[in-house]
């Protein structure tokens, strides 16, 4: 099996500071085409996740019951979209919006909440916001 940095069968890999890079190249070409929060939130990711940080998405949607017809909103109103930790252990929260779109008054406070612990919060449009966060 080849290693990185190593050329293989002809075909050179690479190294493990060239694979952020080629991601980003990657997945904001994809999200720029697309620009739906679902192909951010996913792009956002892949970028943090090659940068050796741990994301955990966090959906917080309520949830539907077809026998009664009520719907029931999630208790935990605001929590970000992408939570996680860079490899240094910083804790971030990242709320992905579209372009144009505003964070609701749920979400803003719990970025300042999030940010009152000497944390990451952000509310991100693209991957040009994470990484002028330092992510």
Same mark, same amino acid.
């Given at each position: ?73 999630? #208790?935990? $109103?605001?929590?970000?979209?992408? !939570?996680?930790?860079? %490899?240094?252990?910083?804790?971030? @929260? =990242? ?7 505003? #964070?609701? $008054?749920?979400?803003?406070?719990? !970025?300042?909440?999030? %940010?009152?612990?000497?944390?990451? @919060? =952000? ?13």
């Amino acid at each position: 099996m080849c290693q990185v940095g190593q050329v293989c069968q002809g075909k050179a890999t690479m190294t493990d500071k060239e694979k952020p890079n080629f991601i980003l190249g990657k997945v904001k070409a994809f999200a720029m085409k697309t620009r739906k929060e679902a192909d951010i939130k996913r792009a956002i990711t892949q970028y943090l996740r090659a940068r050796g940080c741990l994301v955990i998405p966090y959906r917080n949607v309520g949830i539907f019951k077809r026998v009664t017809g009520q719907y029931i909103s999630s #208790p935990h $109103l605001g929590i970000s979209d992408l !939570l996680g930790l860079t %490899r240094e252990g910083r804790f971030f @929260a =990242i709320e992905v919006k579209r372009p144009g779109n505003r #964070p609701t $008054l749920f979400q803003e406070q719990f !970025l300042e909440t999030v %940010r009152s612990f000497n944390c990451i @919060a =952000i509310v991100a449009y693209s991957i040009d916001d994470c990484i002028e966060a330092g992510l």
